[in-house]
């Protein structure tokens, strides 16, 4: 079992920045699976959709279109922590932000979203204009 809790959320004119934590209980190795780690978005009436992810087999990132160029997701495994830097912030990047992580033995799962077991609680972004 992963647990996860999310912080670094908060309100935020247009252009600013926030930093997103995500801290992970220590996770057991299992033999030939690491974890997928990802950052998703769900804004207010819309569906959870990925931001972000990365693999911690060697740090395989990626990142859905809309915010290539001003978010960028990191991990420090000896905190067992992933972070999501967010640069020049829009009003659409509004909503609630999610941590998950799902243990897999290659990066191609790393960006379906239905494929992550665990979840944190998430923390509200707010970006006003």
């Known amino acids: 079992q992963v647990q996860l809790v999310e912080s670094g959320g908060g309100s935020v004119q247009a252009g600013g920045s926030l930093r997103l934590s995500c801290a992970a209980s220590?996770?057991?190795?299992?033999?030939?699976?690491?974890?997928?780690m990802g950052w998703f978005h769900q804004a207010p009436g819309k569906e959870r959709e990925g931001v972000a992810t990365?693999?911690?087999?060697?740090?395989?990132?990626t990142y859905v279109d809309s915010v290539k160029g001003r978010f960028t997701i990191s991990q420090d495994n000896a905190k067992n922590s992933m972070y999501l830097q967010m640069n020049s912030l829009k009003v659409e990047d509004t909503g609630v932000y999610y941590c998950?992580?799902?243990?897999?033995?290659?990066?191609?799962?790393?960006?379906?979203?239905?494929?992550?077991?665990?979840w944190g609680q998430g923390t509200e972004v707010t970006v006003s204009s």
């Open positions: 998950a992580a799902v243990y897999s033995p290659n990066a191609r799962s790393c960006v379906i979203t239905r494929n992550y077991d665990y």
């Open positions: 220590a996770y057991p190795a299992r033999q030939d699976s690491w974890l997928c």
């Open positions: 990365i693999y911690t087999r060697g740090g395989y990132t």
